[in-house]
């Protein structure tokens, strides 16, 4: 423990894509940041980058967070700086083929699917949270300030879920995940925020990522011809598919204490697909 102000970030899935992302965003506001992820050349490098350009404190854990003993030892190890973690981003998340039909999907595949995007999930809100309610309330500070005092809170956890938490529109093993994944939050909302921990959850649409190129193929690839011509393209109204800077902006938002009321929201951020047709 350093006896330093500074706040800690716990990023699982912060190897690549929205967790990368959010790993940069939220050092660039001065946060320490501890990447999480199963791949220990892409998780060192994000947290050698975050280190150097933001001058932040990083470190890298691999962790599986399937396995409920390894995610209990990174929240343990997480906290070795300052004895706290101020704000949790599960990023952490696996799908397959946008073409797979039912009929193709395993039930090993579904198994798998499920251990990470649902059962992993869990376990890290969980003991982020276990972890999260021990600790002093930070004040809550913004500007313009309320003239009123707000409460002091323990910590903020946001889980990436997704549209597919909120609509049925194929993805036979990741959609049943998200939607439990989405129901993983509201419950750590009730359970929490009576103990200062808020819990909420930014539900992405289409966002090009290594994910997203493994489930799409070239459709999912930045700059490409198919990208630009995809129907899924063509079906979302600002004509394109985000960036994971732009889902991380949202997850920083939600970890702030500008949305210091909000406790157990799916916000949607998705260039306008799932309410839009």
Not at 140 to 154: D, L, M, N, Y
């Amino acid at each position: 423990m350093t006896g330093t102000a500074a706040r800690v970030a716990f990023i699982s899935g912060g190897g690549g894509g929205i967790g990368k992302a959010t790993a940069h965003k939220l050092a660039s506001r001065g946060i320490w940041t501890v990447i999480v992820d199963m791949n220990e050349q892409e998780g060192h490098t994000v947290a050698d980058e975050v280190s150097k350009k933001w001058d932040v404190k990083t470190k890298f854990l691999k962790v599986d967070i399937t396995q409920e003993q390894q995610v209990k030892d990174a929240v343990a190890a997480a906290t070795e700086w300052t004895g706290r973690i101020d704000y949790a981003a599960n990023c952490a998340g696996i799908c397959e083929s946008i073409w797979a039909e039912e009929e193709s999907i395993t039930t090993e595949l579904f198994e798998k699917t499920h251990a990470i995007n649902t059962r992993g999930l869990w376990l890290s809100q969980k003991y982020q949270a276990f972890q999260m309610r021990t600790q002093e309330p930070r004040p809550i500070s913004f500007e313009p300030a309320c003239p009123h005092k707000i409460p002091g809170q323990r910590g903020a956890i946001a889980n990436v879920v997704s549209i597919s938490g909120l609509q049925a529109a194929g993805l036979a093993a990741y959609t049943p995940s998200k939607y439990a994944a989405a129901a993983v939050t509201k419950n750590g909302a009730k359970f929490y925020g009576p103990e200062g921990v808020r819990v909420n959850a930014l539900c992405p649409g289409w966002t090009l990522t290594k994910m997203v190129e493994h489930s799409m193929g070239k459709e999912g690839i930045i700059g490409s011809k198919e990208n630009e011509e995809s129907a899924v393209s063509k079906a979302i109204a600002l004509r394109r598919m985000a960036f994971a800077e732009e889902q991380a902006n949202v997850l920083s938002f939600l970890l702030s204490d500008e949305s210091s009321y909000m406790n157990g929201s799916l916000v949607v951020n998705d260039g306008g697909f799932h309410d839009i047709r």
